[in-house]
């Protein structure tokens, strides 16, 4: 049972009880459901086995009435959006996140909690435990060649790290911090009373619970370091402009043995003199001469770090076709490549002289009575 199931799963729809139902009624719509979807019943039945299984979890949780209560709690703080540190209600309750909550840690990728144990480092309860390096974010421009293929790139990084000299506990190597008597290692004192005591930081030891009576020459007790490090960074093939990429575990050191934090990148892009992307696709616009558009033939194309490639073009190919040369695109994240989309351009010239100009002509003359209009017209008279 972890605590991201009572948070996503509605035990009380699950059975289809009312929230302030009585035990007795949850027992006996229990046992009714239980009857219906029971697999010995049920042959083979799929959904009456998920079925069977989400009601008996339902009534584990809620026929206990312990259970049921801290279902309930985490409910109304999680449908409250409650994880506001010193909100109502957060003071006094009898609650044990960590015997709920514990059931989600590890499972890898963040989730409840890690919203909790956040919580309570920040609440200064913890102190001790390991806590999860920040993560950071940072910016690389890359080629456009770079975005299609992938790029390792340097990435200088600068970061809070733990100091080495102290192994970032702040006191003099030889020595060790001694727990703050004011606070006893809470790193926050509580003021007032009852329903209105609030927690602040405490004074003597910063809110760190602990105090360095010799400080380290090296990070004067701060017992971190500010390093500079310059990264080796892959970046996938296929990136896009303006894309945020997550690198796992490669942000700022964790302390106390906790993980590192990630690093967020946000990739630029620049544009090519030719090449154009739309997605896993790669575009260019090549030109073509009218007697190639109207008679067809084969046409040279450049591709991207590659050798060109020739493509047929069709008799009577429109200005404007898209021919596509497959595999000549971008690099996708399975290795694969998308396609060059070829988008053909007929190009009229600027001035025709001698022979070209005879014959261009005579194509005129033996055109003659060829109206490309003759369609336009038809049409804008609503025939
Ligand atoms: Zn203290
Ligand atoms: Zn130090």
């Known amino acids: 049972m972890s605590g991201?199931?009572?948070?996503?799963?509605?035990?009380?729809?699950?059975?289809?009880?009312?929230?302030?139902?009585?035990?007795t009624e949850i027992k006996k719509t229990y046992r009714k459901l239980a009857r219906e979807f029971h697999p010995d019943a049920n042959k083979g039945d799929v959904k009456a086995e998920d079925r069977f299984k989400d009601?008996?979890?339902?009534?584990?949780?809620?026929?206990?009435?312990?259970?049921?209560?801290?279902?309930?709690?985490?409910?109304?703080?999680?449908?409250?959006?409650?994880?506001?540190?010193?909100?109502?209600?957060?003071?006094?309750?009898?609650?044990?996140?960590?015997?709920?909550?514990?059931?989600?840690?590890?499972?890898?990728?963040g989730g409840i909690g890690d919203v909790f144990g956040g919580l309570?480092?920040?609440?200064?309860?913890?102190?001790?435990?390991?806590?999860?390096?920040a993560d950071v974010e940072t910016e690389v421009t890359l080629s456009f060649e770079e975005a299609v293929d992938g790029a390792t790139v340097p990435l200088r990084m600068t970061s809070q790290a733990p100091c080495r000299t102290c192994n970032g506990t702040g006191a003099r190597t030889g020595t060790t911090p001694r727990v703050c008597p004011t606070c006893v290692g809470a790193g926050t004192v509580s003021r007032g009373q009852g329903a209105f005591a609030l927690s602040e930081p405490c004074r003597d030891c910063r809110g760190r619970g602990m105090i360095v009576d010799d400080p380290c020459p090296d990070c004067h007790g701060s017992a971190k370091a500010t390093s500079a490090r310059t990264m080796q960074v892959r970046i996938p093939a296929g990136v896009q402009d303006a894309q945020r990429i997550r690198l796992k575990g490669k942000g700022a050191q964790g302390e106390r043995g906790g993980v590192s934090g990630d690093l967020y990148v946000t990739v630029h892009v620049d544009t090519h003199p030719v090449f154009g992307r739309?997605?896993?696709?790669?575009?260019?616009?090549?030109?073509?001469?009218?007697?190639?558009?109207?008679?067809?033939?084969?046409?040279?194309?450049?591709?991207?770090?590659?050798?060109?490639?020739?493509?047929?073009?069709?008799a009577g190919s429109a200005n404007g076709l898209t021919l596509r040369a497959r595999g000549k695109g971008a690099t996708r994240k399975d290795g694969t490549r998308g396609d060059l989309l070829v988008t053909v351009e007929v190009a009229v010239p600027q001035a025709v002289t001698g022979d070209a100009l005879t014959a261009l002509e005579q194509y005129r003359e033996a055109t003659a009575s060829d109206d490309p209009r003759a369609a336009l017209f038809r049409a804008a008279k609503g025939a």
């Open 4 to 23: 991201k199931d009572y948070v996503e799963k509605d035990y009380y729809k699950v059975l289809g009880v009312p929230k302030d139902a009585s035990a």
């Open 55 to 109: 009601i008996s979890e339902a009534y584990d949780v809620l026929s206990d009435e312990k259970r049921r209560k801290e279902y309930d709690e985490a409910r109304t703080l999680f449908a409250n959006g409650g994880f506001r540190s010193g909100g109502p209600g957060n003071g006094n309750h009898s609650f044990d996140f960590g015997d709920l909550f514990s059931g989600s840690q590890g499972g890898g990728g």
């Open 120 to 133: 309570f480092n920040r609440g200064g309860t913890r102190q001790a435990q390991p806590r999860r390096g």
């Open 278 to 314: 739309k997605g896993d696709n790669l575009t260019v616009t090549v030109p073509v001469t009218f007697p190639e558009a109207a008679l067809g033939g084969t046409i040279e194309v450049p591709t991207l770090n590659g050798p060109s490639v020739k493509l047929k073009l069709p």
